[in-house]
């Protein structure tokens, strides 16, 4: 019984495999060989994609920020950076803090100017990014919300405002 099973298999695939040959023929019209060549408009040598550009950072030179902790020069935790805000022409403007609050509670988020901010061993994980304003400072800022006009906290003296063009 095996046998005649496998027998009928076989024989279905051989009759699928022939159908499917004699049906790419029937699709393909016999052209001589000189009729496809003069037929075929010449291929237009496409040129390669130039090679990108590659520039290698050194582990101690650069790191991520988001997720870093941010604290005051007086080691007041001052919460999370959880984004960077960057103005039309690509230049980042600031960082989002995740202030206060306890596991995520009671949390809101403020805007610091990026020039605020001091990163000094960005490669080493354990060692914490610097704001130059206290906690009493942020605590005073307003909350960050998308699609409302952003307020900056900047250092004394060092912040521009942006202008629309």
Request: glycine share 6%; aromatic share 4%.
């Amino acid at each position: 019984m095996r046998a005649s099973r496998w027998f009928i298999l076989a024989s279905l695939l051989v009759a699928l495999v022939a159908v499917a040959s004699h049906a790419e023929n029937e699709a393909q019209p016999a052209v001589p060989a000189t009729a496809a060549k003069e037929a075929a408009p010449p291929a237009a040598a496409k040129e390669p994609d130039p090679p990108p550009s590659v520039t290698v950072i050194a582990p101690r030179e650069a790191h991520g920020v988001l997720g870093r902790d941010v604290h005051s020069p007086a080691d007041e935790d001052m919460g999370p950076i959880v984004d960077v805000i960057v103005d039309r022409t690509g230049t980042v403007r600031a960082a989002v803090i995740d202030f206060g609050g306890f596991l995520g509670v009671g949390s809101r988020k403020i805007v610091v100017d990026w020039s605020a901010l001091h990163f000094g061993h960005v490669a080493d994980k354990k060692d914490n990014i610097t704001l130059e304003l206290t906690k009493a400072q942020v605590a005073a800022a307003p909350e960050y919300k998308e699609d409302t006009p952003i307020v900056v906290l900047g250092a004394a003296g060092n912040l521009e405002p942006f202008e629309e063009h």
